[in-house]
């Protein structure tokens, strides 16, 4: 194989994960737009197009191995590879999340919410946007970007602990609201878990840069 077609082919699925990444980040908005306006067709939509999230992701990864195969890179390439690898697991594993929290939706449609959605909302607003900027940042191979993101994380896990307080207080003065305040609960834990595979992706920039693991969980 000439240097030409692999970078063709490379170009090729890039452009696939670009598309899978924006699938990823229109599942979120869905999801939780699902959620507060109680749009159980919305929640549906999300559930059904998680097939192509999933195909994406096949595509991407058997292209990943045949250029591996037939190329045996080394080096540089080698980890253009390898992360590609990474993050279609990791933008995989947030489209799982977006259908958790469509499902949420719809488990949750036949009663009055316990409370006003209202951090839930900023929370998803966050995450949305580190989904779309760690995507923009491997694009252009942005260390520093990379690492501003993955900072981000402590918002989160901010408004979690805000929203995990104020649910454990409505629960605990009516046990009515035990399983809604559960399912809602879990739904800022699926966002929580989509930040912590952004950080993911962010340490795979630097290690797309570098060529070695950074820890940005702490």
């Known amino acids: 194989m000439t ?3 692999f970078e063709d082919q490379l170009d090729v699925l890039h452009r696939k994960l670009m598309t899978m990444g924006t699938l990823v980040e229109e599942a979120i908005h869905k999801a939780i737009k699902s959620l507060v306006e109680r749009d159980d067709k919305l929640a549906e939509e999300v559930i059904s197009n998680d097939k192509l999230i999933n195909s994406l992701e096949q595509e991407i990864e058997s292209g990943c191995f045949r250029l591996i195969a037939l190329q045996q890179p080394v080096g ?3 980890r253009r590879l390898g992360t590609m690898l990474k993050l279609v697991t990791d933008l995989e594993r947030m489209g799982d999340h977006a259908v958790a929290i ?3 939706t719809r488990r949750l449609m036949p009663e009055p919410y316990i409370k ?3 951090d839930i909302p900023i929370m998803a607003d966050h995450v949305k946007a580190m989904v779309r900027d760690c995507l923009n940042a491997y694009i252009a191979r942005n260390q520093e970007e990379a690492e501003e993101i993955a900072e981000r994380d402590d918002v989160i896990d901010k408004l ?3 929203i995990f307080r104020d ?3 409505v629960m605990s ?3 009515d609201h035990i399983s809604q305040g559960t399912h809602l609960l879990l739904v800022a834990q699926y966002l929580e878990r ?3 595979h952004v950080t993911n992706i962010c340490e795979w920039i630097i290690y797309l840069n570098t060529g070695k693991m950074t820890d940005l969980n702490n």
Do not use: Y
Request: net charge positive; glycine share 4%; no cysteine.
């Open 3 to 5: 240097r030409h077609i």
């Open 167 to 169: 649910m454990i207080e």
């Open 160 to 162: 979690f602990s805000k």
């Open 102 to 104: 469509a499902k949420t």
């Open 116 to 118: 006003p959605l209202i």
């Open 76 to 78: 540089g390439d080698l």
């Open 194 to 196: 989509i930040a912590d």
């Open 173 to 175: 003065k009516n046990k």
